[in-house]
């Protein structure tokens, strides 16, 4: 029984317009046409739908391997990306040891610093004694210049 484009491209699941330059591209002549409508026997109908299968199981094995490829970068990427999150918390355990180390020194610096302060004043109040109150001192303050220079 032939068929027209439409129920051929209906049938396969396709596009009209795809059947239609299918046939044209391979020179594909109609069995018959009655009113400007063409039909093909079932033989085109086998030739196009092998065409279409053809193209469509290759496109889904490009796809897969497409997919492949990706999944195979990704898994890099992230093997890579693993290895560098590595080195960097290896990097900020480093730098925290480093932290507390220099804590340490700044804690111990701070009370080195904080006993030389106390020895310091320590030593500032042996240097100067209190002096007990005499009035010779008072009246010394009175006399002039010269005249405590040269004891009058």
Known sequence: MAKTIKQIADNLGLDKQKVYRFIKKNHINEVHQKNGVMYFDEAVESL???HFSKITTSSEAHQI???DAVIDVLVKQSEILKNE??????QID??????KENQRL???QQQLQAIAENKIKLLEQKETPL???SGSTSVET???FFARLFRR
């Open 65 to 67: 391997t497409s997919n």
């Open 131 to 133: 002096e007990p109150f």
């Open 142 to 144: 009175k006399k002039g």
């Open 85 to 90: 999150l590595e080195i960097k918390n290896k």
């Open 94 to 99: 480093e730098l925290n040891k480093r932290l």
């Open 106 to 108: 700044l804690d111990q």
């Open 48 to 50: 196009i739908k092998s």
